[in-house]
Nanobody
Framework: VQLQASGGGLVQTGGSLRLSCVAS????????LGWFRQAPGKEHEFVGA????????YYSDSVKGRFTISRDNAKNTMYLQMNSLKPEDTAVYYC???????????????WGQGTLVTVSS
């Protein structure tokens, strides 16, 4: 299984950016895919996730209303649309996949490499 994240870059405060995560190597119909981020000197932070089958989404409070997760089944790709970006959104963003189940830890799943998002003030 491979998860390939891309789309990071430098953006000004208030700007927008869209990240992509291409998933390959298996079918993900029984998986949840998610986005995490890690700012310099901080722990990994959950951003949001989407159930591949059905498309239901959930978000952390810090990004709710500004970020939107979607997926394209045909392209096996998950997206993270980030609007109204703030300097505190600066981080390396990772995509991950785990089997369905509230108690299933993300650490048991698959992780891609990160893509850096820098929001300038």
């Amino acid at each position: 299984v491979q998860l390939q994240a891309s789309g990071g870059g430098l953006v000004q405060t208030g700007g927008s950016l869209r990240l992509s995560c291409v998933a390959s190597g298996r079918t993900f119909s029984s998986y949840t895919l998610g986005w995490f981020r890690q700012a310099p000197g901080k722990e990994h932070e959950f951003v949001g996730a989407i159930r591949w089958s059905g498309g239901s989404t959930y978000y952390s409070d810090s990004v709710k209303g500004r970020f939107t997760i979607s997926r394209d089944n045909a392209k096996n790709t998950m997206y993270l649309q980030m609007n109204s970006l703030k300097p505190e959104d600066t981080a390396v963003y990772y995509c991950a996949a785990k089997a369905l189940g509230v108690s299933t830890p993300w650490t048991s799943g698959y992780w891609g490499q990160g893509t850096l998002v820098t929001v300038s003030s």
